[in-house]
Structures are given as C-alpha cells and as structure tokens.
C-alpha cells in the first residue's frame, strides 16, 4: 500500500467514530425525551451547546464508545437537548441540570446515573454500561 493511501485511510478510520453522532442521537423536542421515558425504555440525555469545548469532548468519547459496542446504539435511546434552546426549560429543571456538558441515564423515570462536566471515557463507559444493563 502506497505512503498516501494508507494515510488516507486512517485519517478517514480516524473520523469514523464521529461521523455516528448525527445519526445516532435524536435532537430534542418537548414531549420526546419525555414519551420515552414514560414507556419505560432507557435513555441517556446529553445537555450539549455547540460553543462546550466540554461537550465537543464528551461528544467524541460518546461516539467512540458507541462504534466500540452496538449493543448501546440497540438498547439506549439518545437524546441530545441543545442547552441554548432548553437549559431552562421543564425537563431541565424537573432533572436539577445544572449546567450544560451533562449526561444523565434513565430508565423510565428513575435516574440510573450522571456525569456532569466529565469527560473520562472510563466514566462515560461505565454510566452507558450502567443503562444497557438496566435495558
């Protein structure tokens, strides 16, 4: 394999991972993170901004875990609540969010577990290992 074919195809093996999230995670709207909870499924909200340089790197953990291991994709659904739009809205504030960068996991209502402003993948790991064994 050519010098330059080869550092092609792991910049672009690189990338993968982050290529998941637009796919993966379900943008927020009123009512449904809610309808999820309320039917009893596990979720794991993730209270993102675009400027968090916090949340970019949560976002980039999230992402290789989930390419890692499918059985979070299969048995978690994700939403991401922009906290620009919803950091003072009724599911922020019923969930005592503090700040932006904040992941939580629930199944149904009850929380199982959360990272606020962390980034450790050991952390992050061990919170979607938490929900799948709840799913």
């Known amino acids: 394999m050519h010098r ?5 195809l792991s910049a672009g ?14 943008h927020y709207t009123p009512g449904a993170a809610e309808a999820a909870m309320d039917a009893g499924k596990v979720v794991l909200l993730d209270f993102w901004a675009s400027w968090c340089s916090t949340c970019a790197a949560q976002e980039r953990v999230l992402a290789f875990l989930k390419a890692e ?12 609540v922009d906290w620009d739009e919803h950091g003072k809205g009724d599911l922020s504030k ?7 960068s904040t992941l939580v996991a629930l199944k149904g209502r009850q929380e199982l577990g959360r ?14 290992d938490t929900a799948l064994a709840a799913a």
Do not use: M, W
């Open 13 to 26: 093996l690189t990338l993968l991972p982050f290529a998941t999230r637009a796919t993966s995670a379900t």
């Open 69 to 80: 291991n499918l059985a979070y994709e299969q048995n978690i659904v994700f939403f991401v």
């Open 115 to 128: 990272i606020v402003a962390g980034t450790s993948r050991a952390d992050i790991k061990a919170l979607l």
């Open 4 to 8: 330059r074919n080869f550092l092609a």
């Open 94 to 100: 019923s969930l005592k969010i503090p700040r932006r």
